[in-house]
């Protein structure tokens, strides 16, 4: 696999998007910047950047003094672009994962645990500076993101009512308190 540097990268893998099999337009920019013309993305690409393409056979056809002459990816530049197209959505996917709060992690847990103290259903407030932030109590009360009142709620542990105005009220399901004492 070649060691492209990110801007080759991505060049690539829109190149691989764009070509068909009779090459893509390249037009020039301003100041050694060029885009691949019948492209709907408004990327610009440093006139280097085609350099490292040229130099591991990914792509052929088009020189900066061209001015009209397609570009073409080769067969070994379609494969790495798919091997990078599939490595990004691996990336993506994964990230995605991680931002997503789980009802079984520590902040779910702790959040989980505030909540059983309370006797009665506990008033829910927002956050004034924060928006996705989500208090039990009062304004300083424990806070969680909204994100994870939401997954808690998801996994049916605790129950959210919803009143008029915005207003919320928290309580523990039987499932979230079973799953304290577990």
Known sequence: MADLPPAAEK?????????????????YASRGRWYLADSSSSSLFN???FTPLYDADLATG??????????????TGRALATKLEEQAAAKQAAAKERATPSSDGPAARRLLR???KREQPALVYGDRRRRKVWHLDSHDGPSASVATWLALSGAGRIHIEYGFAGGRRVS????GRAYLTA
């Open 11 to 27: 060049l690539l893998r829109e190149l691989a998007r764009r070509d068909a099999g009779d090459g893509v337009p390249v037009r």
């Open 47 to 49: 006139t280097r950047t």
């Open 62 to 75: 088009w020189d900066e003094h061209d001015a009209d002459g397609p570009l073409r990816i080769t067969e």
């Open 114 to 116: 505030e909540i059983a």
């Open 172 to 175: 523990v399901t039987d499932a």
